[in-house]
């Protein structure tokens, strides 16, 4: 495991005596900022399809998605237990009644010893917060927002049609249930300096969150963001300034924040750009080899600024 980051696998292996593996499922959600209790058109930048291989096939029940997963999981990395991660769209966007059944249906597996719920910071009313209460009480919860940028004219330029102020209200809400709390983020988002990201990284530094996920901003076929490519190219990050930037922003966590993920794992088939032409691990590695280049690590400038 690396020693310069807080990894999702060594997150695991400290808290549960088995190998546990994340199984991610479509559970048939929209999103309010698509089917119009919001807004219209959704993030100009999302297509589901581009991240998650259950939303490119007619959809299935969520036993079936889950029995393939464990035995995708089983017979590739040993696996022995799993969380269920509501992936797809917005997973608490519907009445409570349907959301206890689809929760409900995810953990009546015995070897299912968790759930992580992907949302928006502006669909947790407190109904759902009380729902999700009972499984925080029961089973191994996570709750990841989406929130890209603390920037509110980048979101809105991105039709994510919420603000930083929700998502504050979001983490506040939900830090009172003692959730874990993950929050998405986006490096390279169109507009966006070094600088801007960097700000990013120090709010979220801030607000002592439980886990984290980086993204590059990659182009994906058919979306708003890439007819606009068509017309007025978009830059996005070349793999050689992405690293750093990576870095840059771990530096600035608290070393407590479990780093999920540290980039975009897409199909390439429906990717416009960046098209790195690197596998996952030899990223990794590389951003591995910057931190040692640097004798750095996550968290390093929060203690360097604390000193």
Not at 190 to 195: A, Q
Not at 234 to 243: A, G, R, S
Not at 244 to 260: Q, Y
Request: proline content about 6%.
């Amino acid at each position: 495991m690396t020693p310069y980051y807080r990894s999702y696998n060594r997150y695991l292996k400290e808290h549960f005596p088995w190998k546990v593996y994340k199984i991610p499922i479509d559970a048939g959600f929209s999103c309010p900022n698509i089917d119009g209790t919001i807004a219209y058109g959704g993030c100009s930048y999302c297509d589901n399809k581009s991240f998650s291989p259950n939303t490119r096939t007619a959809p299935r029940p969520i036993r079936d998605q889950i029995r393939s997963g464990m035995e995708f999981y089983r017979r590739r990395f040993g696996a022995e237990k799993f969380i269920i991660y509501f992936q797809a769209f917005t997973n608490t966007h519907g009445p409570v009644d349907h959301l206890k059944g689809l929760y409900d249906e995810a953990l009546a597996h015995p070897n299912v010893v968790g759930l992580s719920i992907g949302t928006r910071p502006d669909c947790v009313p407190e109904p759902v917060l009380d729902l999700l209460s009972d499984y925080h009480a029961r089973t191994h919860l996570w709750i990841e927002y989406g929130l890209q940028s603390v920037h509110d004219g980048t979101v809105a330029d991105l039709n994510r049609a919420h603000s930083y102020a929700q998502f504050l209200d979001a983490v506040e809400r939900t830090r009172r249930r003692g959730f874990r709390i993950c929050a998405h983020v986006i490096l390279g988002l169109p507009g966006e300096t070094s600088g801007m990201m960097m700000e990013t990284a120090e709010e979220l530094a801030r607000l002592n969150l439980d886990g984290i996920k980086i993204h590059h901003l990659y182009i994906a076929k058919n979306t708003a963001l890439a007819k606009l490519h068509e017309c007025r190219p978009i830059k996005t990050l070349p793999l050689e300034e992405y690293i750093p930037l990576v870095c840059d922003f771990l530096e600035r966590m608290p070393a407590s924040i479990v780093v999920e993920r540290l980039m975009g794992e897409l199909n390439k088939a429906y990717v416009v750009a960046p098209l790195w032409g690197k596998p996952k691990s030899e990223i990794l590695r590389r951003i591995d080899q910057e931190f040692e280049r640097r004798g750095s690590h996550q968290g390093k400038r929060r203690l360097t600024s604390v000193t």
